[in-house]
């Protein structure tokens, strides 16, 4: 069965840190590109940011540039996305995303609210 289980939102106040973590099973993690994909209450869902199977290659939204950072480990399976300087326009749900070839695989999504 595969699955993602995200987990690490939660409610900040603008300028504060928060670490998202993605915890993938029930497929081959290595082989699968894995992205975070954000949907604002009312707007479309928006990547946030990407990287390779290996970790070498990462992208990122130009709203996030600078203060995000995606990263993985494969011999644990997980996906993080530290996210830094947050900004009410932040504010969203938050969904992890494997994707090879055809395969596209999503989790339930995290909350995660930057409000003063």
């Known amino acids: 069965q595969v699955q993602l289980v995200e987990s690490g939102g939660g409610y900040v106040q603008p300028g504060g840190s928060l670490r998202l973590s993605c915890a993938a099973s029930?497929?081959?993690?290595?082989?699968?590109?894995m992205s975070w994909y954000r949907r604002a209450p009312g707007k479309e869902r928006e990547l946030v940011a990407s990287?390779?199977?290996?970790?070498?290659?990462?992208d990122y939204a130009d709203s996030v540039k600078g203060r995000f950072t995606i990263s993985r480990d494969n011999a644990k399976n997980t996906v993080s996305l530290q996210m830094n300087s947050l900004k009410p326009e932040d504010t969203a749900v938050y969904y992890c995303n494997a994707w090879r070839f055809q395969t596209d695989y999503w989790g339930q999504g995290t909350q995660v609210t930057v409000s003063s």
């Open positions: 990287i390779g199977t290996t970790g070498d290659n990462t």
């Open positions: 029930g497929f081959t993690f290595g082989i699968y590109a």
